[in-house]
């Protein structure tokens, strides 16, 4: 069957919502800060992710490939308290500009716009404090749901379903201004229909682990691995050749403009992917408004 698959129309049809839908929740360090109760954040993202290496597990790469894309993220969060314990809402909402999207030299249509609009809600089960070795635990539940734009054999941010992914964060003081951030989650959604074809996807894996260095209380620097494994996509029982298997590094650097503004950068780099496109660099700016 994975010989059907070279085929520039088959490849065209088996391509779902490559990398913009939502597989995993990435993290920043620090995400998983307890703030007090009432606090509300507003957050915008920008970033910008070029790709011009694309590889189907099984078959190997497939020259003069190419994705280009510029996505920006709305988010915001409240803190309040639930029974003496602390817990965060959050909403967030993805769109994309999708751009030199080819595969063996053929160009594929996209969906560009809005995403799947994401809805969180974090109980923070472990809050040890202590400025240099405490330990802060979070567990969240996402719930995704389909309101971007999906077309099989389109390339775009929806993934067509929605997506549940819980997710476990961590904080660990580790002395002389060293903590390290972590968190592991789990994306999984149910399969459904479009065209006539029926589409489904494994669960897919997560696992960030960031070392930081706070300079200061208001500026820190990053440096760790992000990992994503499974999430097999199958159309009509037949795996495409495509899964979230990537292995990237990363460099965070955050400041606090003013009490409540905070400017944040990331810049990665895919080290390792099988089954879709593999970033030559990711870049993105986070902004924070803090009320």
């Known amino acids: 069957m994975m010989a059907k698959l070279t085929r520039p129309a088959t490849v065209a049809g088996t391509l779902l919502a490559i990398s913009t839908a939502a597989s995993a929740i990435d993290i920043y360090p620090g995400d998983y800060t307890i703030l007090p109760p009432g606090t509300t954040l507003a957050l915008g993202y920008v970033g910008y992710t070029p790709s011009s290496t694309f590889r189907l597990d099984g078959v190997g790469e497939i020259p003069n490939s190419s994705l280009d894309q510029t996505v920006g993220i709305a988010r915001v969060l409240h803190y309040t308290q639930i029974g003496g314990v602390p817990v965060a809402f959050q909403a967030y909402l993805p769109f994309a500009k999708l751009t030199d999207v080819r595969v063996g030299g053929n160009s594929l249509p996209t969906n560009n716009g809005l995403g799947d609009l994401t809805l969180g809600a974090t109980a923070f089960l472990v809050n040890r404090a202590d400025a240099e070795y405490g330990t802060t635990v979070g567990f969240t539940m996402y719930l995704s749901v389909p309101t971007g734009k999906y077309d099989y054999g389109k390339v775009g941010a929806g993934a067509g379903t929605v997506t549940f992914t819980p997710q476990l964060g961590l904080i660990q003081g580790l002395g002389k201004n060293l903590f390290l951030d972590a968190s592991l989650d789990v994306a999984a959604q149910p399969s459904h229909s479009d065209a006539g074809y029926d589409i489904s996807v494994r669960p897919s894996i997560q696992l960030q682990t960031y070392l930081r260095y706070q300079f200061t209380p208001a500026t820190s620097l990053s440096f760790g691995y992000s990992g994503t494994f499974g999430g097999k996509q199958y159309v009509d029982d037949v ?44 870049a993105q700016l986070r902004v924070m408004k803090i009320f």
Do not use: C, D, I
């Not at 650097?253 to 990331?266: D, G, V």
């Open 239 to 282: 795996y495409t050749g495509q899964k979230t298997s990537s292995s990237q590094l990363r460099l965070f650097a955050s400041h606090m403009l003013t009490p409540t503004w905070q400017l944040s950068a990331m810049l990665g780099k895919a080290v390792a992917t099988e089954g879709g496109f593999k970033n030559s660099y990711s």
